[in-house]
């Protein structure tokens, strides 16, 4: 199986909202609601973000959402802050029970 | 407060066996709840799923390393264990493990602070 497809970087101003988006298939994705999204800051291990297409754990800002359509889920940050610049990474289980990862999405806060 | 923590050789030479223990607390890997992993991240690069287990026995490995991976569980230790065999320079990376919810909870939620693993001679 192929990794999921993420855009390598995206930006935005305090304040502003992203989008990063995450694009699978009808085997992964497109089949199960099982995409999830994990926060990276550099040099720290990865924190869950999004569980479930749109659930957050506990404690993590309601800034953070996660949607799906068809076989493309996505993370929207809104009300960028300067500690959310990180790298940001989606998985998706796959219909051979295989968990897939993105190739990573670099976000800067300018 | 469950917590993940690695141990194991910060260098292996090619052709030989990596292996990593991951000793939990806070928490029973016996627990029919969640599954026990591991993921790895080379050097600036992506993270790659390795594969996970449940105490029952159920395993899912990534194909790509399938025929290379063992991941074990340790009840009377609370630990999890993988082993690599044959490694090339292309298994260099930071190695994690990782807990995950059961009943087709496939995400994340804890991870361990990850363990370097260089292969070289």
């Known amino acids: 199986q192929s990794a999921l497809t993420q855009p390598p970087s995206v930006s935005g101003s305090p304040g502003q909202s992203v989008t990063i988006s995450c694009t699978g298939s009808s085997s992964d994705i497109g089949y199960y609601d099982r995409v999830s999204w994990y926060q990276q800051p550099p040099g720290t291990t990865p924190k869950l973000l999004i569980y479930?297409?749109?659930n957050r754990p506990s404690g993590v800002p309601d800034r953070f959402s996660g949607s799906k359509s068809g076989n493309t889920a996505s993370l929207t940050i809104s009300g960028l802050q300067t500690e959310d610049e990180a790298d940001y990474y989606c998985t998706s289980v796959t219909t051979s029970s295989v968990l897939l990862f993105g190739g990573g999405t670099k976000l800067t806060v300018l | 407060q469950v917590q993940l923590q690695e141990s194991g050789p910060g260098l292996v030479k090619p052709s030989e066996t990596l292996s990593l223990t991951c000793s939990v607390t806070g928490g029973s890997i016996s627990s029919s709840h969640y599954f026990w992993g591991w993921i790895r991240q080379p050097p600036g690069k992506g993270l790659e799923w390795i594969g996970s287990?449940?105490?029952?026995?159920?395993?899912y490995y990534n194909p790509s390393l399938k025929s290379r991976v063992t991941i074990s569980l340790d009840r009377s230790r609370n630990q999890v264990s993988l082993k690599l065999t044959s490694v090339t320079a292309r298994d260099t990376a930071v190695y994690s493990c990782?807990?995950?919810?059961?009943?087709?909870?496939?995400?994340?939620?804890?991870w361990g602070q990850g363990s370097l693993v260089t292969v070289s001679s």
């Open positions: 287990l449940h105490h029952s026995g159920t395993t």
């Open positions: 479930e297409v749109r």
């Open positions: 990782v807990r995950q919810p059961g009943q087709g909870g496939w995400f994340l939620d804890y």
